[in-house]
């Protein structure tokens, strides 16, 4: 199964990248890119998501819809 998941990305003064999101407020990531932010964000987010089930806690509905992808965007370094 596969889900999308809105997240926030904010660049800190240090230069590193810190993704949240309102959909799974348990989901604080900071890279050193934003590549490598949003990898830790979605590796994150799944063990969030085993968590709740390993613990029997109500799973976010985030994990539950499903949404149509319309469009997406990607980080892409420019040197």
Same mark, same amino acid.
């Given at each position: ?14 230069? /590193?990248? #810190?993704?949240?999101?309102? *959909? %799974? @407020? ?9 590549? /490598?932010? #949003?990898?830790?964000?979605? *590796? %994150? @987010? ?9 613990? /029997? ?23």
């Amino acid at each position: 199964m596969e889900t999308l998941l809105q997240v926030d990305i904010e660049e800190l003064e240090n230069g /590193e990248y #810190l993704v949240t999101s309102h *959909d %799974l @407020a348990d989901l604080i990531a900071q890279g050193r890119t934003v590549a /490598e932010a #949003l990898e830790i964000a979605a *590796d %994150l @987010a799944r063990k969030l998501y085993e968590s709740y089930k390993d613990r /029997e806690l109500p799973v976010p509905p985030i994990f539950t819809q499903s949404k149509p992808l319309k469009k997406a965007s990607i980080p892409v370094n420019i040197p």
